[in-house]
């Protein structure tokens, strides 16, 4: 998961082409399909996933019986509270030139919450209950913990 947070920021930052064009890259995440996340060129601009307009660039399956479990947007930014929880999805743009990271979401119903996060924690679960929170910063950090 990481690595792919991180392969939209290197496209992004060292301007790779898509279709002839140079968009900004960015991760696309839905709670409704735990073992897929999307790599997408954000042909539009507009710092989130659309299926209509931007181009899926790599759609990769976690291959394990692992999944993500749950999606919370500014948890560690209000630490102790959890912050806003039960997203139903979540965009992580890198849009150039500028290496800081927009992170959109949707609430459980489908709703955008603004404003955008500072950060935000994908937690992946096995059924054995091991549990890892990724947590990726507006400033492009990665955490796992």
């Not at 930014?77 to 806003?84: A, D, Q």
Request: aromatic share 8%; net charge negative.
């Amino acid at each position: 998961m990481a690595f792919i947070v991180r392969e939209a920021q290197v496209y992004s930052l060292s301007v790779k082409e898509y279709n002839g064009t140079f968009p900004g890259y960015g991760v696309h995440i839905e709670s409704s399909k735990p073992d897929t996340i999307i790599l997408f060129a954000d042909v539009d601009k507009n710092n989130s996933y659309e299926e209509e307009v931007d181009g899926v660039v790599k759609e990769y399956k976690i291959q394990t019986n692992s999944g993500i479990s749950s999606l919370c947007g500014d948890g560690k930014k209000n630490f102790p509270s959890p912050g806003i929880c039960e997203l139903s999805q979540i965009d992580i743009v890198y849009l150039r030139p500028n290496p800081i990271v927009t992170i959109k979401g949707k609430d459980k119903d489908g709703f955008p919450v603004s404003p955008n996060f500072s950060d935000v924690e994908i937690s992946i679960s096995s059924p054995g209950g091991a549990n890892k929170n990724i947590i990726i910063w507006v400033s492009g950090q990665i955490t796992i913990e």
